[in-house]
């Protein structure tokens, strides 16, 4: 355990904001994404089943494309990492049974043994379509990751832009992502600012505490 | 700015896990919690519209009774702080003329300036049933903070357990959320894990780095 200062934790969220201009010229260094990339790994998810796969775009043909699919905004072009949070199609009795494997992977014992939980998870993703909308409880989860990554990406001193204007379905066909059993949720590109960015000096704009915050 | 060691975040982020059993005799302090309070307020969502309130249970007797709404699990009894994380029901012309007057208020200007912006939300929040469900959007956006609430409070050596396994419904009534304009849309416990808490010590399940996050 190596906890950090409360401050610093306010100062480097008080720092983010959702960076319009990325300096083109500056990418995140090799050893600081990898950090962001395990970051994302480490998300707590529902069961923890992770029905999630993150898609990292670094090419630049490929970022350009997403441009068009991002509304016209910038930022998949010019950030350094621009992030695709997709959720799997239909996690179902599959995805179950490949995570309880990987649980006997890591913790020994066998599949038998968890059959329990299993069963509790496969009930759990069966429920009637009027009660339960798998992609939607897929969608939630990767919100989990989107906001862990975007305060992790902020602690060390990394600019994003959550991206939620964009055309999922483009996304989707830009990276081909239908054939390899994902959707895209949303986006996030991942830099550094541009000193440009008129965005970043303006103060951030939230609701007073006592206003979103109760205490009971 | 005050970037972090990014080891510092690994390390954080390992150590966090789902606490099934909290140390009920140990509180968190109150200068920590409001540091906790204050990242909440803090979460980036879409637009900026904020389409929530965290309520943050600490009476002995509403957090018994939170404890039959989830199902019998007695998170919600034996944590510090018990963070209900609840949308707005049906965010639309109020909300956003509220958010507009906000934004003056802090950055100046005139609500009429904003007209462009505000017509924006208003349409993006006013599409066909069909095709947007406004409190779907809310609880991703909920699901921003959830996200990042973990993580800063991870950082901050504070244990939580997000409760995904919640009657909703239940949490409403016992809040008297309804009659205040919320919906329950998940709650997280946060505290500190008790010496038996056999789950502390057993290995994290994830997926490995090259099945999750892709690079492309």
Redesign the interface.
């Known amino acids: 355990?190596?906890?950090?200062d409360?401050?610093?934790?306010?100062?480097?969220?008080?720092?983010?904001y959702?960076t319009k201009a990325f300096d083109p010229a500056k990418k995140i260094p090799a050893?600081?994404w990898e950090?962001l990339?395990?970051?994302?790994?480490?998300?707590?998810s529902?069961f923890?089943l992770?029905p999630?796969?993150?898609?990292?775009?670094?090419?630049a043909k490929?970022k350009e494309n997403l441009v068009g699919a991002s509304m016209g905004q910038k930022q998949p072009l010019e950030c350094s990492h621009h992030v695709v949070f997709a959720i799997q199609k239909n996690t179902g009795p599959a995805e179950v049974e490949k995570?309880l494997k990987?649980?006997v992977e890591?913790?020994g014992g066998t599949t038998q043994a968890l059959g329990g939980f299993g069963k509790v998870m496969l009930n759990f993703l069966a429920r009637p379509k009027e009660q339960f909308n798998v992609e939607?409880w897929a969608?939630?989860?990767v919100?989990?990751?989107?906001?862990?990554?975007?305060?992790?990406a902020a602690?060390?001193?990394i600019d994003t832009c959550?991206m939620?204007g964009i055309n999922p379905a483009q996304y989707d066909e830009v990276?081909g992502l239908s054939a390899k059993g994902y959707k895209t949720a949303?986006a996030c590109a991942a830099g550094y600012r541009s000193d440009s960015d008129k965005y970043a000096a303006?103060?951030?704009?939230?609701?007073k505490?006592e206003?979103?915050?109760?205490?009971?």
Request: proline share 5%.
């Open positions: 355990m190596k906890a950090i409360p401050q610093t934790l306010i100062t480097q969220l008080q720092w983010r959702a050893d600081m950090v990339e395990e970051a994302l790994v480490l998300t707590p529902s923890g992770q999630w796969k993150f898609f990292v775009i670094m090419d490929i995570y990987r649980i890591i913790r939607e969608a939630l989860q919100y989990i990751a989107l906001g862990n990554f975007m305060t992790s602690l060390l001193g959550p939620e990276l949303v303006i103060p951030k704009v939230r609701f505490l206003e979103v915050v109760e205490r009971l």
